[in-house]
């Protein structure tokens, strides 16, 4: 009963901020609602008993990322005519009716049946099962993702240092 | 000795995983030493060094596919990759793609001002990504192989730093493939939560159990990783990126790009449609078109027309393979309608049109004088200039065009009778009628280069570069090869589907 609230509050909530970050026309306006976007989906976290990880969400995204967000915006300082106006009425249109008709047919036709999931554990989302996670069956994506940092850095360098040689 | 942990067990287990992914570690390992040495070097030194370094890890990589072929398939790290022939035979797709473009950027990146060691060391990460891609047998190793692929070749994209049109391709490729992999997380999770596991053969095993007509999750989670692909080999009408990133990237990476991303965008696809999805092919009694090969049909006809007939209109030689390489991707879409039979003239057609398409675009390269001209009117004459080239430019477009003797030829007949041969007569008359008017806009090429008269004044002759006289002669070589005697290599593909199925 009380998860189902809970649910439905953080998830709603959630959904509205994500609307609001491309709605907004002033990006400081945007980032602030996508970090609220990001707490809500760390109570979700919570909520699925994952705790370790909503404790990461709330400390990586909507602390350190969103941060350097508001910094870059911030140095990037647009002025209200540099945004421009909004138009594409049309296509905004078609897209809600759209939406919508997705909306009705998945609410209609969802059953949501409870799938054979294996019981949480006792130490389910804690450091410990998760470190245990990541170092023993799902060792390669973990490892595999520090190339792909990797080639991120280099990118970086790549292509915003002044002079390279 | 046995055993007395399972910490032991999963330790003793280590050499052969990593034997397994091979040439992926031999890929990263290229890519590591490249940028180590890159720091070494003097800064103002040429990095051709670094090219024919990278050129002996891709040899190395090559290599470790081969010594492994024929063996049974093998899973490893917990089921994540598997080590098979279709694999093996992809992997050295990619490591040939990559190693004619790293032969092309060798001869023609030394007077672009672009990015020099990093391009090497980011192919080679890229093609590593490719590997593992080819190999993920679990949702998450194929998002994390994708990912490895796509996001060294956003910045390969956007390397010649003084040229703001590799600017807004390498732009245009991240803002759009970072979107289109945003598609194909959702569709993951959505299929974790109708399957409850990520392995590709857990969810055959629910569609195997129960019908999925009815499991809305699955189905959603379904299409959006078919999107989040279809992306990846620019089918329409997921298609808009790719003349803008190919024209603006640096034309080794425009050939990396068609040939080695493509062809592990299509290794993925085959993987999740028949390891994971081959119950949803079709519908159930009534619905025999709701599955995805109903809906693969209409993609496969559209991204055939829309891309052969925009390509018509063209002038400029590099945006037209840009749209002969979407074509393309609309024809072996049809491979993947067609069961083992497909599954095998896809293969065959990977690996003839990497060689088409490296070389085409290595020429184009050759061509590309320092302003970057790529136009039509820029090859007007060169049939008298640049006799040699003209003729492998020629070879090659027809091998494009799907005129015999050339590799081209047999890559669409095997693809069209795989197509025949399963009853898709309307797409297959579909397919042909494309590939007739395909004929005209590679056929525009030749007859500027030797039928019409030059206008402009004389234009000094390009400088041959050894490197990319190299690459072409490679492709030339292969392409007519495989026109001639291509029974060894369609073997070599039908003996490695196998495992797929």
């Known amino acids: 009963m009380w998860e189902a609230i809970f649910f439905w509050g953080f998830g709603g909530l959630a959904a509205a901020l994500a609307v609001l970050v491309i709605a907004m026309k002033n990006p400081i306006h945007s980032a602030v609602a996508l970090i609220g976007n990001m707490f809500c989906l760390a109570a979700l976290f919570a909520l699925l008993d994952a705790h370790f990880l909503a404790a990461i969400q709330v400390l990586v995204y909507a602390g350190a990322i969103m941060v350097l967000f508001m910094f870059v915006i911030m140095l990037l300082n647009l002025k209200a005519e540099e945004l421009g106006r909004s138009r594409r009425t049309l296509a905004k249109g078609l897209g809600l009716v759209l939406l919508a008709w997705v909306a009705v047919r998945f609410l209609a036709e969802f059953k949501g049946e409870a799938l054979a999931l294996p019981a949480v554990t006792e130490d389910y989302g804690t450091i410990e099962s998760i470190g245990r996670l990541i170092f023993g069956p799902q060792i390669l994506p973990f490892e595999v993702a520090s190339v792909l940092l990797l080639a991120a850095i280099l990118g970086a360098v790549t292509i915003a240092k002044k002079r390279l040689w | ?501």
């Open chain 2, 1 to 501: 000795m046995i055993p007395d942990s399972i910490a032991e067990i999963s330790a003793s287990q280590v050499p052969g995983d990593l034997m397994a992914i091979l040439p992926f570690l031999v890929a990263v390992a290229g890519g590591l030493v490249v940028i180590i040495v890159d720091l070494l070097m003097r800064p103002k030194a040429s990095r051709q060094a670094l090219g024919i370094l990278s050129l002996l890890f891709l040899v190395l990589m090559i290599l470790a596919c081969l010594v492994d072929v024929g063996k049974p398939p093998e899973m490893a790290f917990s089921d994540l990759v598997v080590a098979d022939d279709f694999s093996r035979f992809l992997g050295v797709i990619f490591a040939v793609a990559a190693a004619l473009s790293a032969l092309t950027a060798i001869g023609r990146l030394p007077d672009e001002g672009a990015a020099r060691g990093e391009f090497y060391a980011l192919l080679l990460f890229a093609t590593g990504g490719a590997c593992l891609l080819a190999q993920a047998t679990d949702l998450i190793s194929m998002f994390i192989g994708l990912e490895c692929l796509s996001i060294p070749a956003y910045i390969l994209a956007a390397s010649l730093r003084r040229d703001p049109r590799s600017a807004e391709a390498g732009f245009k490729y991240f803002i759009l493939g970072a979107f289109a992999t945003g598609f194909l997380v959702y569709g993951i999770a959505l299929l974790y939560g109708a399957a409850g596991s990520t392995q590709l053969k857990e969810i055959a095993r629910l569609c195997a159990t129960q019908p999925w007509t009815g499991n809305l999750m699955l189905i959603v989670g379904a299409l959006l990783v078919l999107v989040g692909l279809l992306f990846k080999i620019a089918a329409v009408p997921f298609h808009m990126w790719a003349p803008d990133v190919y024209q603006g990237s640096p034309t080794p990476a425009t050939a990396f790009f068609a040939t080695a991303v493509k062809a592990a965008a299509f290794a993925a696809l085959l993987r999740v449609l028949f390891m994971a999805l081959p119950d949803m092919r079709t519908g159930t009694a009534g619905y025999e078109d709701a599955g995805w090969a109903g809906l693969l049909t209409v993609i496969a006809i559209l991204t055939m027309s829309v891309a052969n007939l925009i390509a018509l209109v063209q002038n400029d030689v590099k945006r037209l393979l840009a749209y002969s390489s979407i074509a393309h991707a609309g024809y072996l879409i049809i491979g993947l309608l067609c069961n083992q039979e497909g599954a095998a003239a896809i293969l065959f057609y990977l690996a003839a049109y990497t060689f088409m398409t490296v070389g085409a675009f290595a020429l184009v390269a050759y061509f590309e004088h320092k302003s970057g001209g790529t136009s039509m009117t820029e090859y007007v004459g060169l049939g008298r200039r640049h006799p040699v080239a003209a003729v492998a430019l020629c070879i090659l477009l027809f091998s494009l065009a799907g005129i015999p003797p050339t590799a081209g030829f047999f890559s669409k007949f095997y693809l069209f009778r795989a197509a025949v041969n399963e009853g898709f007569i309307v797409l297959t008359v579909v397919a042909v009628l494309n590939s007739v008017v395909s004929a005209y806009y590679y056929l525009r090429v030749t007859v500027a280069m030797y039928m019409e008269d030059e206008t402009q004044e004389k234009k000094p002759a390009v400088k041959a570069s050894f490197a990319i006289a190299l690459a072409v002669g490679i492709c030339v070589l292969f392409v007519l090869l495989m026109g001639v005697h291509p029974t060894p290599y369609l073997d070599a593909a039908r003996s490695s589907v196998l495992s797929l199925f």
